[in-house]
């Protein structure tokens, strides 16, 4: 689980840096790595949740 929780940390970081990016810059191909590094985000959390609720279950 912390492994898990690691990877939505850097995932997130990635998410963050390249957003500003795009956003401060006007930079696209940072807006596209950064929709990427969401799209991950929101898979590595779906998995968060599964762990958490087996976690809680025992």
């Known amino acids: ?31 596209t790595r950064a929709r990427k590094a969401a799209l991950e985000v929101s898979k590595l959390m779906k998995d968060f949740r599964k762990v958490s609720v087996e976690e809680s279950k025992k």
Request: charged share 30%.
């Open 1 to 31: 689980m912390k492994e898990l929780f690691d990877q939505i940390n850097a995932q997130f970081e990635s998410f963050k840096a390249e957003a500003e990016q795009h956003i401060e810059k006007g930079n696209k191909a940072a807006g």
